[in-house]
T-cell receptor, first 112, second 118 residues
């Protein structure tokens, strides 16, 4: 299986400050169709996960532009330019290039 | 309202099977695939399998060694997932999620808690 390793495990951020999460894959994620199926989700406390970013860097509908993401190959990053209180929760990267689809271990973000 | 509504919590004994449902509403059911993902206590999210709701074709993770069966009922806009030969390691919250079309899950059910207990 493709292993996704997220760092850090947790982040405590002052509101208005930036945050960055890394996701490294054990296998290259670009597929033969030219797409890279690496996505990011946020699971807020007590809720189901919600899609933030799809295909490496595209923000899903309604996701604030303070969220951005980038990467290629095996290394990917999610950035929050200015963390707000509503951003707390666990962030997961997920790859759907290889079967089975797999998730990172999660990065817990809270507010200082 | 566009949503996925899952069936209620289950308590099962080891060796039994559990069948969960996921009812879609507010969109054309057969236009989007449905995936099943579980989250065991303290574990990362784990993909179980999926169904193409239009064709009925399925795929599942070999990590479940053939224990996962996914079917759809287009007349009821519902997907069912059955997990057999349950053990304590199957205790988890089970989610269904809609495939937006680029293998990203844009709509999730509320989750179903399954507890395996002797």
């Amino acid at each position: 299986d493709t292993v996704l390793t997220q760092t850090p495990l947790s982040l405590s951020v002052t509101p208005g400050q930036p945050a960055s999460i890394s996701c490294k894959s054990s296998q290259s994620l670009p597929q033969s169709d030219g797409k890279t199926y690496l996505h990011w989700y946020l699971q807020k406390p007590g809720q189901s996960p919600q899609l933030l970013i799809y295909e490496v860097s595209s923000r899903f509908f309604g996701v604030p532009d303070r969220f951005s993401a980038s990467g290629s190959g095996t290394d990917f990053t999610l950035k929050i330019s200015r963390v707000e209180a509503e951003d707390v929760g666990v962030y997961y990267c997920m790859q759907a290039t290889h079967v089975p689809h797999t998730f990172g271990g999660g990065t817990k973000v809270d507010i200082k | 309202q566009v949503q996925l509504v899952q069936s209620g919590a289950e308590v099962k004994k080891p060796g039994a099977s559990v069948k969960l449902s996921c009812k879609a509403s507010g969109y054309t059911f057969t236009n989007f695939g449905i995936h099943w993902v579980r989250q065991a206590p303290g574990q990362r999210l784990e993909w179980m399998g999926w169904i193409n709701t239009g064709s009925g074709n399925t795929g599942s993770s070999q990590n479940f060694q053939g224990r996962v069966t996914i079917v759809r009922d287009t007349s009821a806009s519902t997907v069912h997932m059955e997990l057999s030969s349950l053990t304590s390691e199957d205790t988890a919250v089970y989610y269904c999620a809609r495939d937006r079309g680029f293998r990203a899950y844009d709509l999730w059910g509320q989750g179903t808690m399954v507890i395996i207990s002797p």
